[in-house]
């Protein structure tokens, strides 16, 4: 069983940086694409970035493009989301999810483990 944990959110200011974390705790998923995804106050759950199995493929939203970066270490079983230039906007509850196939994108249903996830707070 996959179960996904997030670690690193927290509040920051506007134009400050965060580095969110994603464990594995239960079954490795090295061979699983991965994303991130958030969820703001009364808007649907939206992507944010996505990582193929091997790092080969990486996506992210146009709206984090630039700022944000995904990255994964296969034998320590993470991924982390490397945000900076933070908005206001970009506050949320971000999740870490793992698909089913090596290589995924935006679309959630290709996704099938979700991690519970962590708040992020950009203060103006």
């Known amino acids: 069983q996959v179960q996904l944990a997030e670690s690193g959110g927290g509040e920051v200011e506007v134009g400050g940086s965060l580095r969110l974390s994603c464990t594995n705790s239960r079954r490795t998923t090295s061979n699983n694409a991965m994303g991130w995804f958030r969820q703001a106050p009364g808007k649907e759950r939206e992507f944010v970035a996505a990582?193929?199995?091997?790092?080969?493929?990486?996506n992210y939203a146009d709206s984090v493009k630039g700022r944000f970066m995904i990255s994964r270490d296969r034998a320590k079983n993470t991924v982390d989301l490397q945000m900076n230039s933070l908005k206001v906007e970009d506050t949320a509850v971000y999740y870490c999810?793992?698909?089913?196939?090596?290589?995924?994108?935006?679309?959630?249903?290709?996704?099938?483990?979700w991690g519970r996830g962590t708040q992020v707070t950009v203060s103006s």
């Open positions: 990582i193929s199995w091997n790092g080969g493929t990486i």
């Open positions: 999810a793992a698909a089913r196939g090596a290589v995924s994108g935006s679309n959630q249903a290709n996704y099938n483990y």
